[in-house]
């Protein structure tokens, strides 16, 4: 079947890191940035191997953009 890239974001929540697939709207955690990093792999690959093509077309993205953008904070 070949291989794909797929875009990973995390971030730190407390004391564990999320990790998101932005392109299929996946989502894993884990103690480290590493293991994070690992088990959205690991769902990712899942997701693969069980949901249907329609699904998988459904919830893919072609693109995904990561850019930084500004915002004015206001603490009340």
Do not use: W
């Not at 998101?20 to 693969?48: H, M, P, S, W, Y």
């Amino acid at each position: 079947m070949g291989k794909r890239t797929f875009t990973a974001a995390i971030h730190r929540e407390e004391e564990e890191y999320v990790a998101i697939c932005q392109e299929l709207d996946v989502a894993a955690q884990g103690k480290t940035f590493e293991q994070a990093k690992a088990n959205l792999r690991e769902a990712v690959e899942l997701l693969l191997e069980t949901a249907s093509r329609e699904e998988i077309a459904e919830r893919l993205h072609g693109e995904v953009y990561v850019t930084p953008f500004e915002v004015e904070m206001k603490v009340g």
